[in-house]
């Protein structure tokens, strides 16, 4: 009887420790998780503000808007794994810093247009979204956009940074 209750108990004891580290540690992932998507957000945004100032400044001055640029954005693009996009007011790509627009000024992300929404979003201050850019990406992106201005106080342009959601999920998975 009492070898009976003792091994009761033991498997009670023991299903409830699995149970609770098992909680534990789904709580932790979702914790991590979330921690890893708030970081590479203000990562993205931060980035896409300062481009986006200096290209303010740069229309505010004499200083040749487009020098420099391509190296600016292949600087940011390396340090987030993403890429970063120069767009005029109505969406049209006019500068990128993948390997094919240093080469030839011309690639893929030049083709379209940026979603008018998502510029609209944009030009409050700054937009940040987690998907394909209402169908721009075959893919999901961490996405941020934020407006730069021209001497007058108008937008003149989108700088737009996208960082592939595989790597952050990679990233995760190593760690587990």
């Not at 290209?55 to 487009?66: A, G, K, P, V």
């Not at 600016?72 to 109505?90: K, R």
């Not at 030839?104 to 510029?119: A, D």
């Not at 893919?139 to 592939?164: C, E, Q, W």
Request: net charge neutral.
């Amino acid at each position: 009887m009492k070898n009976k209750l003792f091994h009761k108990l033991f498997l009670t004891t023991a299903i409830a420790l699995v149970v609770s580290v098992l909680l534990i540690l789904v709580l932790i992932s979702v914790s991590v998780n979330n921690y890893l998507i708030t970081d590479k957000k203000q990562l993205l945004t931060d980035n896409c503000k300062t481009v986006a100032s200096v290209l303010t400044s740069r229309t505010d001055s004499n200083i040749n808007f487009q020098a420099g640029l391509d190296a600016m954005i292949s600087v940011v693009s390396n340090a987030v794994l993403g890429e970063t996009y120069v767009c005029d007011a109505d969406g049209n790509i006019f500068s990128c810093s993948c390997n094919e627009w240093r080469q030839e000024k011309n690639c893929i992300h030049s083709k379209g247009v940026i979603p008018e929404k998502v510029l609209t979003s944009a030009e409050k201050g700054s937009f940040f979204e987690v998907g394909r850019l209402q169908g721009r990406f075959l893919k999901t992106y961490y996405t941020a956009v934020a407006p730069f201005y021209s001497g007058d106080g108008s937008v003149a342009g989108f700088v737009l940074i996208s960082s592939p959601a595989h790597i952050l999920q990679s990233m995760w998975s190593e760690l587990t």
